[in-house]
């Protein structure tokens, strides 16, 4: 009997309880605090996606494409072809998957800067192209996404269902990534992260996992972007911008890249609370993120999951001095 598989289904079935009753907890807040936590579970799922691919070596600028791309493909679904909301959902995350595999295959040879650059004219390409079409709403975007059906007791017509849904998603890219992590994947994109030709020399087509990564990643957020969309009921170009890209690097890295899934859900707590108490504060916001970014950056370089073991150390220490 292979008990270790046994422990980590048990600890699957344990996980899946706690997130049902903390998101059931969740849905009798009152409405600014689910709104809070809706904006958390996006910005952790977009930060784990943008993280699948700085562990493959490419540090990507223009993650906010792929919000864009899963909105608008939700929303021409649903507006111009009353497509159910359940299948838009999902097309919009193979489109966004399928999108990824084609540019992929060519963006992907670039290394370091090069990439950078290149995934940020990516992405700027797609807004402005679709800012400039009149099918897509030009610059005013697409509004009057129709609001989804009731699904047995949850209510899409009140925050409580988007909280239940955006909860599902957030725990299905944390399970996703986390046994990525953890299997022989995960090992062989740190090797390629840590050096694509030393991979290359012992066998490893790093092509392939880079392209498999960054389709991955498009796909989670191109999930969350489409169900955003419609959680907002409108899309525009406007909200697809660069600051969008930045904030999937920020709650990454204020967490820390070092966990893939604990990382950025601790970014991504620390980000939406900052956030959403700094629109007090106007002018202030973009100072103080920024503040904020470089104290991390500088005396937690590790990130926020560095603060229990740097804790744990120093006690060690000062136990160990101790007569």
Not at 92 to 107: D, K, M, R, Y
């Amino acid at each position: 009997m292979n008990f270790s598989k046994i422990r980590t289904a048990a600890k699957f079935l344990v996980a899946i309880v706690l997130v049902g009753c903390t998101a059931f907890a969740l849905g009798f807040l009152p409405n600014r605090w689910q709104q809070i936590y809706i904006m958390l579970a996006i910005w952790s799922t977009v930060g784990m996606s943008w993280l699948v691919i700085l562990r493959v070596g490419e540090f990507s600028a223009g993650q906010a494409v792929f919000l864009c791309i899963g909105g608008y493909s939700a929303a021409v679904l649903m507006l111009k072809f009353y497509c159910p909301f359940w299948l838009a959902l999902f097309i919009s995350a193979a489109t966004c998957s399928i999108v990824a595999l084609i540019v992929g295959v060519i963006i992907l040879r670039l290394k370091g800067l090069y990439f950078l650059v290149i995934s940020l004219v990516f992405a700027e390409i797609v807004r402005l192209t679709i800012a400039a079409s009149d099918y897509l709403g030009a610059s005013e975007g697409l509004f009057g996404i129709p609001v989804p059906n009731n699904l047995w007791f949850i209510k899409f017509s009140a925050k409580q269902g988007w909280l239940y849904l955006f909860t599902s998603i957030l725990a299905l890219a944390s399970f996703t990534f986390w046994r990525m992590e953890k299997s022989r994947i995960g090992r062989v994109y740190s090797y390629i992260g840590a050096s694509s030709d030393l991979a290359q020399s012992f066998g490893i087509y790093y092509m392939k996992y880079r392209v498999q990564a960054y389709v991955i990643s498009a796909f989670f957020t191109g999930l969350v972007g489409a169900a955003m969309g419609v959680y907002l009921g409108a899309v525009g170009p406007e909200g697809y911008t660069f600051y969008y890209s930045l904030v999937a690097q920020i709650v990454a890295i204020l967490g820390g890249v070092g966990s893939i899934v604990l990382g950025p859900l601790l970014g991504a707590v620390l980000y939406t609370v900052f956030d959403e108490y700094l629109v007090y504060v106007p002018g202030a916001r973009s100072l103080i993120m920024g503040a904020l970014l470089l104290a991390v950056i500088f005396f937690l370089p590790e990130g926020l999951i560095s603060v229990r073991r740097k804790f744990l150390e120093r006690k060690g220490a000062k136990s160990i001095g101790t007569p």
